[in-house]
């Protein structure tokens, strides 16, 4: 067996497969159709403190190679995550990612120390990059020095790794990974969706209720593997890449181009058991490969 482990902070995961939050519900899910145990991690449904019902329907549409979702942050909330979801999430033998979010900076605080606490949560991903929202998404990420002091503060009261996931809908996303990394975070998560807009031309609606949401799917891959490059260029702290992910290929394009781990997000509604394949396959191809270590994949990419 060639060696697929790989570090996130003080989190060490069996392989680099992780499934994306917002395509995987709270894991058990997906129990029926893959060893959560086999997987590197998953990331649940962003948490917020309070349960919160979403935006108005429709709110996902298929695109060419890809999908548009507004779903607005629709989650159990903290409370119920701990209480009914994550019981049966431990005895799983599943490494869990907590995603969250927050309306404001104490919220981002107080649900970082909650989740910090919870036995059977080993990392949190901070989400400030969630187009859909009014308050809680997209405007915590769109400022560096303010993502830094709200890393900062998070991170003041977490010991777990943590975890920022950042958007593409920026001009340059490597002030955004260079402030993760100033703030103390452990991890960048790289991208988030991409706004976008679909229109059905016979009744001219959007097809979309909240007209604009993020698109996600291999439509994106390209632009997700630049700016994973970009951001694993500019820092020394992991980066994981996402956006568009189907097959071991696309996988081993992000690990290539500097990648750490990667997570699988939208082909995970085509394929629920497609984790555990990728890493299976990622382990037959090294030794195929003879590459001992994943380690001597990560950035490996030639310019010259
Ligand atoms: C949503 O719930 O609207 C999607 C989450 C995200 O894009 O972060």
């Known amino acids: 067996m060639a060696i697929l482990k790989v570090r996130i902070g003080s989190l060490e995961l069996s392989n680099p497969v992780i499934a994306a939050s917002g395509t995987f519900g709270y894991g058990m899910e997906f129990a029926e159709r893959l060893d959560l145990a086999a997987i590197g991690a998953f990331s649940t449904k962003g948490l917020s403190l309070k349960p919160r019902g979403g935006n108005p329907m429709p709110r996902i549409c298929e695109t060419p190679c890809g999908m548009i979702n507004s779903i607005g942050l629709e989650n159990v909330g903290v409370d119920a995550f701990e209480m009914d979801k994550l019981p049966a999430i431990r005895k799983s033998g599943a490494k869990v990612i907590a995603n969250f979010f ?61 975890i920022v996931k950042l958007s593409p809908n920026v001009a340059d996303i490597k002030p955004f990974a260079k402030a993760v990394e100033n703030g103390g975070g452990d991890a960048i998560s790289a991208i988030n969706t991409l706004k976008g807009m679909s229109v059905d031309v016979k009744t001219r609606r959007p097809r ?34 996402l956006g568009g992910i189907a097959s071991l290929d696309d996988a081993l394009e992000f690990l290539i181009a500097g990648a750490t781990a990667v997570q699988v997000g939208t082909m995970n509604f085509v394929e629920p058991g497609i984790c555990q394949r990728l890493a299976e396959e990622l382990n037959a191809y090294c030794e195929k490969e003879k590459i001992a270590d994943i380690a001597s994949l990560i950035g490996s990419l030639i310019t010259e």
Do not use: Q, W
């Open 102 to 162: 927050g309306e404001t900076e104490e919220e981002y605080t107080e649900l970082a120390r909650r989740l910090d606490a919870m036995d059977g949560v080993h990392a949190l991903e901070m989400n400030v990059s969630c187009p859909n929202v009014e308050k809680g998404g997209i405007e915590f990420g769109s400022d560096p020095a303010f993502l830094e002091k709200l890393t900062a503060g998070v991170k003041k009261v977490c010991g777990k790794p943590l």
């Open 208 to 241: 979309i209720k909240r007209v604009i949401g993020g698109l996600s799917g291999p439509a994106i891959k390209p632009v997700a593997v630049r700016m994973v490059y970009e951001c694993a260029r500019t820092v020394k702290i992991p980066v994981i890449g």
